[in-house]
C-alpha cells in the first residue's frame, strides 16, 4: 500500500527564515514523489518531482526537496521564506499502479 | 496559453438530484485525472483518462459516480443520488502524455449538497 504523512497541519516561519515542510511516504517500491502549492483560490501547481534520478531535486521559488530513501522522507526546504510562499503545500507519491497519493497537505503562513 | 478549466466554480443541489461537472483540459493533453478534495484533506484520486478510455476508475467511490470522456478532451463527471458526503472539491488534472508528466490542475468545482 502507498500512503503519504505530512507532519504539522499548520507551519509559521517568519519572513527570512528557513522553511521546512515535512512529507514521509510508504511505498513497497521505488516511488515518483512530488510537491505541489496551493495558493489561495488557485489551482495546484507543481513544485518539484523526483522520479529517481538526483535524490536532491530543485524546484520552481527557490525550494528543493531530498530523497531519503533510508529515512522514507521527501522534505520540502527552501533557505529564506518570502511573503508570498504562504500557501498550502502537498506532498504526493505515485509508486504502483495509476494512482497519486496525496497527504493532507501543510498551511504555511509567513510573518513580516 | 490556456489552462485546465472547470465549469461550473460552484454547484449547490439537494441531495438525490444529479449533477454534471465539467473539465476541460489544456489542448493536446491526453492524459486526464479527477480528483475529490474534501474540507481538511488532500486531493484524493477518483479516475484517470488516457485518451477516450478510463485507463482505471479504481477510486470512484461507487457505482453513483461515472466520468466519460468521448472525444478525448472535454471530460464529465456525473453523480447520480447526491448525498450529503458527496460534498467536496472536485478537481481535475490534465498531462500532455500520462502519468510520467506533470499534471495541470484546473480552479475545482465546489459541490455542496443540501
Known amino acids: ?112 | 496559453g490556456a489552462g485546465v478549466s472547470q465549469t461550473p466554480s460552484n454547484k449547490v443541489t439537494e441531495k438525490g438530484k444529479y449533477v454534471e461537472l465539467r473539465c476541460d483540459p489544456i489542448s493536446g493533453h491526453t492524459a486526464l485525472y479527477w480528483y475529490r478534495q474534501s474540507l481538511g484533506q488532500g486531493p484524493e484520486f477518483l479516475i484517470y483518462f488516457q485518451g477516450t478510455g478510463a485507463a482505471d476508475d479504481s477510486g470512484l467511490p461507487n457505482d453513483r459516480f461515472f466520468a466519460v470522456r468521448p472525444e478525448g478532451s472535454v471530460s464529465t463527471l456525473k453523480i447520480q443520488r447526491t448525498e450529503r458526503g458527496d460534498s467536496a472539491v472536485y478537481l481535475c488534472a490534465s498531462s500532455l502524455y500520462g502519468l510520467e508528466d506533470e499534471q495541470f490542475f484546473g480552479p475545482g468545482t465546489r459541490l455542496t449538497v443540501l
Request: glycine letters at 8%.
Open chain 1, 1 to 112: 500500500a502507498q500512503s503519504v504523512t505530512q507532519l504539522g497541519s499548520h507551519v509559521s516561519v517568519s519572513e527570512g527564515a528557513l522553511v521546512l515542510l515535512r512529507c514521509n511516504y510508504s511505498s513497497s517500491v521505488p516511488p515518483y514523489l512530488f510537491w505541489y502549492v496551493q495558493y489561495p483560490n488557485q489551482g495546484l501547481q507543481l513544485l518539484l518531482k523526483y522520479t529517481s534520478a538526483a535524490t536532491l531535486v530543485k524546484g520552481i521559488n527557490g525550494f528543493e526537496a531530498e530523497f531519503k530513501k533510508s529515512e522514507t522522507s521527501f522534505h520540502l526546504t527552501k533557505p529564506s521564506a518570502h511573503m508570498s510562499d504562504a500557501a498550502e503545500y502537498f506532498c504526493a507519491v505515485r509508486a504502483t499502479g495509476n494512482q497519486f497519493y496525496f497527504g493532507t497537505g501543510t498551511s504555511l503562513t509567513v510573518i513580516p
